[in-house]
């Protein structure tokens, strides 16, 4: 009897459940790329890598050679246990995350960050943070997210985006939930002195109360817009950006582009497939990149199309 799919390449990955380095490999069918790990204590698991073997063949076309950074640390153990741009890393950092805060004002069960209770950074921390990432990019970081938490409940905000400016990133980024932004317009009027090169990360997940209970638990839609109505009238560049989960606001991404369409401060719209971090579960089948290009198409009555995008030409995966 023939196998129900077609193995493509053997890779090294961590197992699931206890989390050791083990071997794996990557093998695809009708049904889309998945990977297939092979643990000796927690058996066979198997995950789904993208939903559109099509798309997921078509990355390598893009690739392009990688771009240096300087060497942090030394190979010891192997990856992905030497993390910190040792010899191995292949590709440097695009875009450069500090997470400012462990606070928050929301509970998201997703939580990558794990964020709720905790400390802020220190402004010489901070200092120090941006001065590593600029000097592992040869003096030469672009792109410098600053990030939490939620950064805008840092009470040095202000300072830590001017510090971020007098250092020479070329473009800031605040990734927020909005609600600061939503409530306090004299802090608006102060983000919108950062003319140029900086923009609001804002975390929006649909049009209706009913999604942001699911993934925020908290009736947020009114919230979000007053937040989008006072970045519009300060002229502050803002991305939409949702996260994207089965079942919860898959079919709201056509929707959630219109609004973005019709907004005059939306510069863009970001989706993320949802990832398994901290508090979070993980569900039989997540949604991929593909798979959303694909429910775009459907929703936007091909008016965007799959085809129109294509993989990032910096890979930046990383098999382990």
Same mark, same amino acid.
């Given at each position: ?17 206890? $989390? ?9 069918? $009708? ?13 066979? #698991?198997? $995950? =789904?890598? $993208? ?20 060497? #942090? ?6 990856? /992905? ?8 890393? &292949? ?13 928050? *004002?929301? *509970? ?26 600029? *000097? ?19 009470? &040095?905000? =202000? ?15 605040? *990734? ?34 009913? =999604? ?24 502050? /560049? ?33 989706? #993320? ?8 579960? /993980? ?22 199309? #799959? ?5 990032? /030409? ?7």
């Amino acid at each position: 009897m023939n196998r129900d799919y077609i193995y493509h390449s053997h890779t090294r990955t961590l197992c699931s459940k206890c $989390e050791k380095l083990i071997d794996g490999k990557i093998i695809y069918n $009708e049904k889309g790329v998945f990977i297939q790990k092979q643990c000796p204590v927690c058996g066979e #698991q198997t $995950e =789904i890598l $993208e939903e559109d073997y099509n798309y997921h063949l078509l990355k390598p076309k893009y690739d392009k050679q990688g771009t240096t950074s300087t060497v #942090q640390t030394k190979v010891d153990s192997g990856c /992905p246990y030497d993390c910190g741009l040792c010899p191995s890393h &292949d590709q440097h950092t695009c875009i450069g995350i500090i997470e400012i805060t462990k606070r928050c *004002n929301l *509970n998201c069960e997703m939580c990558f960050a794990k964020s709720g209770e905790g400390k802020d950074l220190s402004l010489e921390k901070i200092n120090e943070m941006m001065d590593f990432y600029m *000097n592992a990019e040869n003096g030469k970081a672009e792109i410098l997210q600053i990030s939490g938490g939620e950064p805008t409940l840092h009470q &040095d905000i =202000i300072k830590i985006v001017q510090m971020a400016r007098d250092k020479g990133f070329k473009y800031v980024m605040i *990734n927020t939930n909005g609600l600061r932004i939503a409530q306090d317009e004299e802090f608006v009027r102060e983000l919108s002195e950062f003319k140029g090169g900086f923009e609001i990360y804002l975390q929006f997940d649909g049009l209706s109360d009913e =999604i942001y209970e699911k993934l925020r638990l908290k009736k947020l839609l009114e919230i979000k817009k007053k937040a989008i109505a006072n970045l519009s009238k300060y002229n502050i /560049p803002t991305t939409l950006v949702a996260t994207v989960e089965n079942g919860v606001n898959d079919k709201a991404l056509g929707e959630i582009l219109s609004f973005g369409m019709n907004e005059n401060g939306v510069r863009g719209v970001n989706f #993320q497939p949802i990832s398994y971090y901290g508090k979070a579960a /993980p569900d039989t089948h997540r949604i991929t990149l593909s798979g959303v290009l694909g429910r775009i198409e459907n929703q936007t009555n091909s008016m965007i199309k #799959q085809s129109d995008f294509l993989p990032l /030409p910096c890979n930046v995966e990383k098999k382990v």
